[in-house]
């Protein structure tokens, strides 16, 4: 199992485990460990106190028991829904740890980054790039706006409007220096990015942290295989 794999596990097990206990689904009601779900509901219909209403008639109105339908509707057991917890959580810790040991293991380009490390400085360099493409298009600019001016003539109050030319001109260098670094950064960031898609699939986990289930795997699938799948 290589890195990439091993974090498409890492989502698949946690999709599961939102599945058992995630407080989205117990705000819908649709989590297997919803508490709802491991009740039993009866209604108690006391029709019979009605029968004081019609003392002289030959109606009577007998109680009535309702149990409403189970919310578990897949027949899920309790025990077995916990111990499928436990065993999910024990499959994500082996599963971090041996991801967190091959990402340190790793040695990407001739700085020898560890995955991380690697990952963290690409995503720095992406978010830069943007303020070095708004820098590189700087350009001159003019812009006129109206101001008015208020004068008095004569005892009199006046105004007037005059034109207002803003020019924006960049500083000498800036632009070619964005430009510059623009490109070299790209460039860069092209390149370290290519080098750890490459690791991510190229590395080795310890066999021993690879799920026995299939990433594709759902709650429902665990515990119909749930037996066979401790034994592996």
Known sequence: ?????????????????????????ELTGTAAL???KFVEV?????RSELNYLFPTENRQYEDEVK?????????????????????????????????????????????????DAAV??????????????????????????????????????LSAEYTV??????LPGVVEAAKAEYHRVLAYTSELSDM????????RLAPAAEPAFPITANLDYIYRHFEELQGK
Not at 42 to 46: D, F, L, P, R, S
Not at 196 to 203: G, K, M
Request: some cysteine; proline content about 2%.
């Open 196 to 203: 750890i898609e490459a690791a991510a699939l190229t590395s």
């Open 34 to 36: 919803t508490p709802a």
């Open 165 to 170: 030319t803003t020019v924006t001109t960049p």
């Open 120 to 157: 963290i400085y690409a995503n720095d360099l992406r978010a830069s790039l943007k303020i070095y493409e708004d820098l590189a298009s700087l350009k001159e600019e003019e812009n006129d706006s109206v101001k008015e001016l208020t004068f008095s003539s004569n005892n009199e109050k």
């Open 42 to 46: 009866k209604e108690i219909h006391k």
């Open 67 to 115: 149990t409403k339908k189970s919310l578990n509707y897949q027949g899920y057991e309790l025990p077995k829904l916990l111990a499928i917890c436990n065993y999910l959580a024990v499959c994500r810790r082996k599963l971090a740890q041996a991801i967190a040991d091959c990402k340190n293991e790793m040695e990407i380009g001739e700085e020898k980054f560890s995955y």
């Open 1 to 25: 199992m290589n890195l990439k794999k091993a974090f498409q596990y890492q989502k698949a097990i946690k999709n599961i485990m939102d599945e058992l206990n995630s407080w989205n689904y």
